[in-house]
């Protein structure tokens, strides 16, 4: 029997899941309906502060474990605690979600990053968080023993900045799950919960600045005299602190048109999806990018950065692609277009949900588990 660890920070955050902790959940979801998995692994979850209350997490596959610790720096705690944990607990593989490995893990370890943001755009970060990914996030694709990524092109991109040989790296796309809701008095109820009185354009994701937020929220005032029936709905954090709330209250001021949500329950998002007229997401670079995709299969078209990851998943005809997304001219052009050419704006979701319909969380934990029996 296999015994592998799996630092489950991430499924702690139980207001809402997304990205990698979505891609955790459906994970273990999978794993415990696998028939017969607890004679072939055991799974021991690491949490911080306590065990989430989810069903599946009672399969006997699974051994839960909160690290009981006095509270250090993060980086004490994964340099220091998790190794010495690992070697305590008999651990085979030791599975990390998160881009990094500890430094002092030496065992059997499988690594999950999503993309090379860190190499390939590191003004976006502060000198700190620099220094700190550079020497984990390095360390991890040095280290590894193997690597999961979302795409071709993040695996291309694994290759090209961290020189790692091809045959370490295993592409565990995620699923999309997301369906169209057609019921009128859901949206309606939905609608009224988050304050929307209009039609609505929708972005939700955390607000760094690859995904050019601030620049969609100026794309949107620039075209509002257009669409006085059109509302902007925005949910989640501003991480890079870029001052969004601040412009919201100062182009609100001309009529309450943008909607600032802090974030959004998991059963909403397929209704909210579903009632946009259009899902903004104009990133720069993306390892994948669920939202849009999400929106995507629910029937409603996305607007996206033509980065090389959004043209593998979507196809050339799957979104409104926009070349650069520094320019609010260009997502204000986009966003023009996609409410106006209807019949265009209809083809578009339905190239993009053909291209997304053969992402499935089913084929991502066969692939996932297949990794692990194997190394």
């Not at 501003?238 to 001309?254: A, G, P, Y």
Request: proline share 4%.
């Amino acid at each position: 029997m296999t015994k592998i660890g799996i630092v489950a920070f991430e499924l702690e955050k139980t207001n809402t899941r997304a990205g990698i902790a979505r891609m955790l959940f459906e994970l273990l979801k999978y794993i415990s309906s696998v028939k017969d998995i607890e004679k072939r692994f055991k799974f021991v979850l690491y949490f911080r502060a306590s065990i989430p209350n989810i069903e599946f997490l009672n399969h006997p596959v699974f051994e839960k474990k909160v690290l009981k610790f006095i509270k250090p720096s993060f980086l004490i705690y994964f340099n220091f605690l998790i190794p010495y944990i690992g070697i305590k607990d008999k651990i085979d593989i030791m599975f990390f979600t998160t881009f990094m490995l500890p430094l002092l893990y030496f065992k059997k370890s499988i690594v999950i990053i999503h993309d090379t943001i860190f190499k390939a755009h590191p003004e976006w970060f502060d000198l700190f968080h620099r220094i700190a990914y550079r020497v984990l996030i390095d360390h991890a694709a040095r280290k590894a023993s193997k690597i999961l990524t979302l795409t071709k092109a993040a695996k291309k991109d694994i290759i090209k900045y961290y020189k790692v040989e091809p045959e370490r790296i295993v592409i565990t796309s995620p699923g999309l799950d997301f369906k169209p809701v057609n019921d009128e008095n859901l949206i309606k109820k939905v609608k009224e919960k988050y304050n929307i009185k209009k039609d609505f354009i929708f972005y939700t994701g955390q607000m760094v600045i690859r995904r050019r937020v601030k620049e969609s929220i100026l794309a949107f005032d620039k075209i509002a005299n257009q669409f006085p029936d059109l509302q902007f709905l925005i949910s989640h954090r501003d991480v890079n602190n870029q001052n969004i709330d601040e412009l919201i209250k100062e182009i609100n001021k001309k009529g309450e048109r943008i909607i600032r949500i802090k974030f959004i329950n998991e059963q909403d998002l397929p209704v909210l999806y579903s009632a946009a007229k259009v899902f903004i997401y104009a990133s720069e670079y993306e390892g994948f990018g669920l939202p849009p995709a999400e929106a995507t299969m629910c029937g409603t078209p996305s607007i996206t950065g033509a980065n090389q990851a959004a043209l593998e998943i979507f196809g050339e005809n799957g979104a409104f692609f926009v070349k650069d997304p520094k320019d609010i001219n260009q997502i204000a052009e986009k966003m023009i277009e996609s409410l106006t050419n209807i019949e265009k704006a209809r083809q578009i979701a339905k190239n993009g949900r053909e291209s997304l319909k053969k992402y499935t969380w089913l084929d991502h934990g066969k692939k996932v588990l297949d990794v692990f029996e194997k190394y």
